[in-house]
């Protein structure tokens, strides 16, 4: 790596370029780890729990019928 003027960067000034290089890219995804979630994954989970209240009441509704059909309703 080199400046403008053509001077080289010390191996002390490589490194801390790449350590700074290397903690903005921790830091970065640090805040994309940590991020709130997004209105996509909020509506997925309600999407989910609605799907799987749904798949529940149909459950009972089923058994609820087997059962009338076995008692000879």
Known sequence: ???R????FTLAGKLAVGFAML???GLLGSVIAFAPPSEIEK?????????AEKERANQ??????YSRR???G
């Open 1 to 3: 790596m080199k400046f």
């Open 5 to 8: 003027n053509n001077d080289e």
């Open 23 to 25: 903690a903005g890219v």
């Open 43 to 51: 509506a997925r989970e309600v999407h989910d729990l609605n799907k």
């Open 60 to 65: 009972e509704a089923m058994a609820r019928e």
């Open 70 to 72: 076995l008692n000879g």
